[in-house]
């Protein structure tokens, strides 16, 4: 029986299911640092190689993916993200079993390829699925649905993660007998494995869903990648260049900002990891609202000016998160969501316009981008032990900020209004 493809609205909405679920995925995962520094005891610095697992996974496999998907098709990448993804999620049973960090960090690695896999193939497949003046907007659309995921993935960490960790402190962990001590941490990594073997469930499912549709083809239907060529005009691209450099520091925002939410609204506040995730979600709700908010003003405002205003802001905003502190510094810190939400899809979006047969490559380079994550979230950890502050620590998103701001004034490509 001869598969039917589906139109290319049916196809954005499967497509856009899976900003929902990297975004779920991403928000977990940030939720560990404070879950994996309470478990067993570590540093700032030691709990960030959560991120350099998870966002170094994604640096790895970019290429790969855009190789895979140039030389098969948007499907195949799609595919065989769900499935990496699923296998890695699943990888957290063993781990739980074992106790071993390094066994999360593995299965991290490897679940984070699967996401590496589906962002490099989703992002220029919705780019791709319509007219090109209206791209960038499309693209924030589809973004809008991952901080839906995003919510979710808060919700099931802060019930499910959060919320079972024993109270007991690093000192109190410290002196505290080794049998007591193993059980209250195999029952917290119990918990820590449980909403990741659910999300293996979900994925496989919406893989079954997947394959047995024939998807449509991109624009670009040729086969050959052309690496080198490609790389060098990429490369002699200026805006896309600088394209990619904005998009390693935001993400390192984004992720540093995220990832000590919850110690720093737990060290202001006076308040445990479970009630700091709440603050956490306020976050990300703003950040789902203002999303669809900003993708509406690009109907009518140039993206490219969005994106400065809402850099300049959120540096005005780190400022008082370093300085002022207590509720005030909570809720600068929930504000710069709101800033954040247009940069990853506008950036990206700006960026790759126009790269025509060099898209799927170009769009690799973005993903490969996410790094900064990975290493950005280090330096603030380091940053935050050694000053002792973790206010001071949001230096670190506030330069991030000035390169986005930077970006945006020096864009000449902008989406023309419907």
Same mark, same amino acid.
């Given at each position: ?70 030389? &098969? ?19 957290? &049973? ?19 390829? !699967? ?33 839906? !995921? ?29 049998n007591a001590l193993f059980e209250i941490q195999k029952a917290e990594l119990s ?58 520091? &935001? ?113 690799? !380079? ?53």
């Amino acid at each position: 029986m001869k598969k039917r493809v589906p139109s290319p609205q049916l196809a954005f909405v499967l497509i856009t299911s899976l900003f929902f679920l990297w975004g779920l995925a991403n928000n977990m995962t940030d939720t560990l640092l404070a879950a994996f520094k309470k478990i067993m005891s570590m540093s700032d610095f030691q709990t960030s190689w959560i991120q350099i697992a998870f966002y170094g996974s994604y640096f790895c496999l970019a290429i790969p993916s855009a190789i895979l998907i140039k030389k &098969y098709s948007y499907k195949s990448g799609i595919l065989i993200g769900l499935g990496l993804a699923v296998m890695g999620a699943l990888l957290f &049973y063993p781990a739980s079993i074992s106790m071993v960090y390094g066994h999360f960090l593995f299965a991290l690695f490897i679940f984070a390829g !699967g996401l590496s896999v589906l962002e490099t193939t989703a992002n220029p497949y919705i780019f791709e699925l319509g007219p090109l003046n209206s791209a960038v907007r499309r693209l924030n659309l589809a973004q809008s649905f991952n901080p839906i !995921g995003s919510i979710t993935g808060v919700l099931l960490s802060k019930f499910f993660i959060l919320s079972h960790l024993n109270q007991a402190s690093a000192e109190e962990r410290a002196v505290m007998d080794s049998n007591a001590l193993f059980e209250i941490q195999k029952a917290e990594l119990s918990a820590v494995m449980g909403p990741y073997v659910g999300i293996a469930f979900v994925m496989l499912a919406i893989w079954l869903v997947i394959y047995f549709l024939k998807m449509p083809d991109g624009r670009d239907t040729g086969k050959e990648l052309e690496l080198k060529s490609g790389f060098l005009r990429l490369l002699a691209n200026p805006n896309y260049r600088t394209g990619v450099i904005a998009q390693f520091f &935001y993400v390192g925002a984004q992720i540093g900002v995220w990832s000590f939410t919850i110690r720093y609204v737990m060290q202001e506040l006076g308040i445990n990891e479970a009630d700091a995730a709440t603050y956490y979600l306020y976050a990300i709700i703003l950040f789902m609202v203002t999303r669809f908010v900003n993708t509406y003003l690009m109907g009518y405002l140039v993206p490219s000016k969005l994106l400065v205003f809402f850099a300049a802001l959120a540096m005005l905003l780190c400022l008082s998160v370093i300085y002022t502190g207590g509720m005030s510094g909570v809720v600068s810190l929930i504000l710069i969501s709101a800033c954040m939400s247009l940069m990853f899809p506008t950036i990206y979006g700006l960026s790759i316009k126009g790269l025509g047969k060099d898209t799927k490559l170009g769009g690799s !380079g973005l993903v490969m981008a996410i790094l900064g994550g990975a290493v950005l979230t280090s330096i603030q950890g380091l940053v935050s032990d050694f000053t002792g502050s973790i206010e001071m620590s949001f230096w670190v998103p506030f330069v991030c900020f000035f390169v986005v701001l930077v970006f945006g004034w020096k864009s000449k490509v902008s989406v023309k209004k419907e």
